[in-house]
Every structure is written in structure tokens, then in C-alpha cells.
């Protein structure tokens, strides 16, 4: 009744590929805001999503496409698409430290939860909770720790990190709909977590 089997081959391993890639690349800005002033990585960010935006023009014509998409991601904008969209408003808005926080979780974060999922629905079973917009209770306590971690480690403020950390896993867990449409985590991770990172900080 609350728990359904599912056997899918590779899924794991498809999931692992993609949340290496996830992770690397949000990885990488954090980084590159390290190294480079946030006004050229604002212009490097936008001139991203300029050029993901003429992609997914160019993929939904099926003139390119794109690896490793889940089933539901290929009749809709790329969840790459959110994470430099939520990366770029991050930076804008938020302070340095908290911007790079935020951004590591949902890179971390959320590639931790993801794998974790992917090992439950590829291997165990799909929570019923899931399937109503709720991510199972032990996923979520697994992104609650990674994010909390990451959030320690970059700000050195335990209290900063653990409302970081509750903004991101709410964000990871409970799906956002607005007039019926989800919400992409890959935006709204950053921006809750940054969100209440910044009202603490």
C-alpha cells in the first residue's frame, strides 16, 4: 500500500553520471567566484543563459539534444537551465559567502539527495509520499546533513548553516507549484537557502 517496486535497469547509473555532472559544475562557480569579481561572473552567468536559452530552442526542434535527460525533463526546460538561472540571481542578490553557500548546496546537497533516491527507486521502492510532491523522510534528512556540512564548512556559523540547510531541503523535498506548474529545485534551492542564510547573517 505505501510502497511500490521498481525495477529499472541503469538507473543508478545514470543518475550517478548526472549528479557528477551536477556536482562539478556547481562546483565550478563557486570557485570561479573566488577567483574572478562577482560583476564579470554576473556577465558571465547571463551570457549563459542566453546561450542555454538559443539550445533549448535548438533541442525542442530536435535539431540537438542533450544526454542523460530524465523521461520528464525532455518535454521541458533542462533543470542546467534553473541552475544558472538560481547560480546568477544568487550571486546578484546575495552576499558573496552566502551566494557560494547556497550555490555548493545545490550542487552537494542536492547531488547527495539525488544519488540516495536513485538508490531507493532503482534498487528499493518509491515512497508513496513521493508521488504526492514529498520526498522520502530519510532523503531528505540526507540532504538536511550534506547541506549542513557544506553551509559549516563555507561560513563558519553553525547557526547560518542550519537555517541554510532548512531552506534547502525544504526546497529539495516539497515540490513548489505555482497555478499547477513544479518548480524546478535547482532554482529554488539556492534562493531559500540564500534567502534565510541572509536573514540570519
Known sequence: MFEEFISRPGILKEEIIRKFIHISSGIAIPV??????RDLLVIGLLF???????????????????????????????????FILGSFISILFFDKQVAIASILMLAIGDGASGIAQAVKRGSLYVVEGYKMGIKPPDVILIMFSVSLLVGYYTLDSLTMAVFGAIGATI?????????????????TIPLYSGFLMSLVS
Do not use: W
Not at 570561479?32 to 569579481?37: A, G
Open 32 to 37: 570561479l567566484y573566488t577567483i574572478y569579481q
Open 48 to 82: 549563459c543563459l542566453f546561450v542555454i536559452f538559443f539550445f533549448e530552442v535548438l533541442r525542442f526542434k530536435g535539431v540537438v539534444s542533450v544526454p542523460f535527460l530524465r523521461d520528464r525533463e525532455t518535454r521541458k526546460i533542462g533543470g542546467y537551465a534553473f
Open 171 to 187: 526546497a529539495d523535498g516539497v515540490h513548489l507549484r505555482v497555478y499547477g506548474v513544479i518548480i524546478d529545485d535547482n532554482l
